[in-house]
C-alpha cells in the first residue's frame, strides 16, 4: 500500500501560479497527475518516470506546467504557471509502476486530492 499526500493547492488569480507538491510512503515508479473539473471526468495532467528521463505533459498544460522529482524524499513537484479559469480543479497525485500505464488511466494509487480554483 503507497500513500499519497498532496498539498499546495488554494485560490490564485488568472495568470498566476501555484506549486503543488506530493509525498509518497514509499519510493515509487511513476509518478504524476491528475485532475478532475466540476461535472467533468478526470483527465491526464502529467507523468514523470523515476529516474526523470520520461515526461509527457497533456497538450493543454504544456508550456505552462513543470513537474519535478525528489527521490531522496519520494516527491513530486508541480509548477503552474500562466494560470487559467479552465485550469480549475481538483488534482490528485497517482503512481503507477510503468509510465505508459499512467498516461493511459491505469493508476495504482491515488492520493485525496487538493483543490486549485483559478478566478478570472
Known amino acids: 500500500q503507497v500513500h499519497l499526500v498532496e498539498s499546495g493547492g488554494g485560490l490564485v488569480q488568472a495568470g498566476g501560479s501555484l506549486r503543488l507538491s506530493c509525498a509518497a510512503s514509499h519510493s515509487v515508479y511513476a509518478m504524476g497527475w491528475f485532475r478532475q473539473a466540476p461535472g467533468k471526468e478526470r483527465e491526464f495532467v502529467v507523468a514523470?518516470?523515476?529516474?526523470?528521463?520520461?515526461?509527457y505533459y497533456a497538450d493543454s498544460v504544456k508550456g505552462r506546467f513543470t513537474i519535478s522529482r525528489d527521490n531522496t524524499n519520494n516527491a513530486v513537484h508541480l509548477q503552474m504557471n500562466a494560470l487559467k479559469p479552465e485550469d480549475t480543479a481538483v488534482y490528485y497525485c497517482t503512481t503507477s509502476f510503468q509510465i505508459a500505464r499512467m498516461v493511459n488511466g491505469d493508476i495504482d494509487y491515488w492520493g485525496q486530492g487538493t483543490q486549485v480554483t483559478v478566478s478570472s
Open positions: 514523470i518516470d523515476y529516474e526523470s528521463e520520461k515526461i
